[in-house]
Nanobody
């Protein structure tokens, strides 16, 4: 199983970015997908999650209303649309997959760096 996160970069406050997570080696539609991030010197934290067919989505309070998680099961890809970015969104962003709608994520991507300058 491989999860390949991409789309990070250096942007300014207020800009937008879309992260992608391309999955292989699994039946993508059977997996809940999650996005997490880890800022320098901080613990990894939950950002967003999306259910198998995309009907259920959840967000951390810090990104609610600014970030949108989605998925395209035909392309085995999950997305994280990030709008109105703030310097505090600077982090390495990871995608993850879990077989169940609860419990731990079994598979993790390698991370993509998002840097938001003020």
């Amino acid at each position: 199983v491989q999860l390949q996160a991409s789309g990070g970069g250096l942007v300014q406050t207020g800009d937008s970015l879309r992260l992608s997570c391309a999955a292989s080696g699994l039946t993508f539609s059977n997996y809940y997908m999650g996005w997490f991030r880890q800022a320098p010197g901080k613990e990894r934290e939950f950002v967003a999650r999306i259910s198998f067919e995309g009907g259920i989505r959840g967000y951390a309070d810090s990104v609610k209303g600014r970030f949108t998680v989605s998925r395209d099961n035909a392309k085995n890809t999950a997305y994280l649309q990030m709008d109105s970015l703030k310097p505090e969104d600077t982090a390495v962003y990871y995608c993850a997959a879990r077989y169940s709608n609860i419990g731990n994520y079994e598979y993790w991507g390698q991370g993509t760096l998002v840097t938001v300058s003020s």
